[in-house]
């Protein structure tokens, strides 16, 4: 019965590992080039395993077809602009705009499908999205790419009375994970009608990552300095890069997608924005430092509000 929903919260799981790996490799990897890997991972796995479940067989022409433009909007642009956004403003503040996907995915289904919620459910949102805000908060420090302040000291105490205004960086962050939130509401939206249709998860995702794949290769191929600017290639960094394939646009958006299979899209997509709320006890192991206890009582709200949406 609440197998959407499980599925939904799993997928927020995998997201946030896979934003805590991306913010080990900003100032080491560009972020076109960790497109690129993770697109060619991505694919690699899901269409693998989609070939053992027989999953490429139960597609037809119109389910490739809405896929792959789902793949634009939710893997193509808003893929790069969530890397970018993790360099320019952490991983934390790039979940929190992430969750923003949830009011988008709602718009959007009503606007295409007519879907509705009820009251209750309704409340259920709004103390989600409200606990996911309460646990993050607005960053008392601010970062940019070129600031050297590692992403994970945004939960880092300032000073007493010491105040330190948004960079540009930061700002431009924000700005990219916006978009962000925008494609992956309007990804989910397209592929919404081909996932109700019995499209096994792994295989739709396989054609989404398909189509950022061959994107980014073609892409790679243009001679400019700045789209493949010089790069010492290192293992460990492409470790990091698979693995956050692995959880995020692998095994995470196949949850996501099979999420989307079975239950209502403004649902899951809020249950999936859970990804701010997970995040905070992998920030406190990697950076050491204890979210403020206003990030726990978000959670509990956000916990509060998932039970309104799934009892």
Partial sequence: MFL?????????????????LIAELRGRVDVLRLVRWQMLAAFAMTGAT??????????EGWQVGLLALSGVAGIVIATTTYFAAI??????????????????ALLFGYLAFGE??????????VLVLAGIVLAIGLPRRFGGAGSGMPAVALDAPLPHGVAVAPSRTFLFGV???????????????????????????VTAMAVRSGVGAAFFLMLALVPSATINP??????ADLGLGIGSAFFGTGLGMSL???ALARGDVGIVSTL????????????????????????WAGSALAVAGTALISL
């Fill in 4 to 20: 959407s929903e499980g599925l939904a919260v799993a997928a927020a799981v995998c997201i946030a590992a896979s934003g805590m």
């Fill in 50 to 59: 989609s070939l053992l479940v027989g999953g490429w067989r139960s597609l």
């Fill in 87 to 104: 360099y320019a403003a952490g991983p934390r503040v790039t979940a929190l705009l992430f969750s923003l996907g949830a009011p988008f």
């Fill in 116 to 125: 509705t919620i009820d009251l209750r459910q309704g409340l259920g949102v």
């Fill in 175 to 201: 700005a990219l994970g916006v978009v962000t939130a925008i494609g992956q509401a309007v990804g989910s939206v397209l592929a919404r009608p081909a996932m109700a249709a019995g499209v096994e998860p």
């Fill in 230 to 235: 010089p790069y010492r290639f290192r293992f």
């Fill in 256 to 258: 996501l997608m099979a």
């Fill in 272 to 295: 999936s924005s859970l990804t701010p709320v997970v995040i905070l006890p992998m920030v406190w192991l990697r950076s050491g430092v204890a979210p403020a206890p206003a990030a």
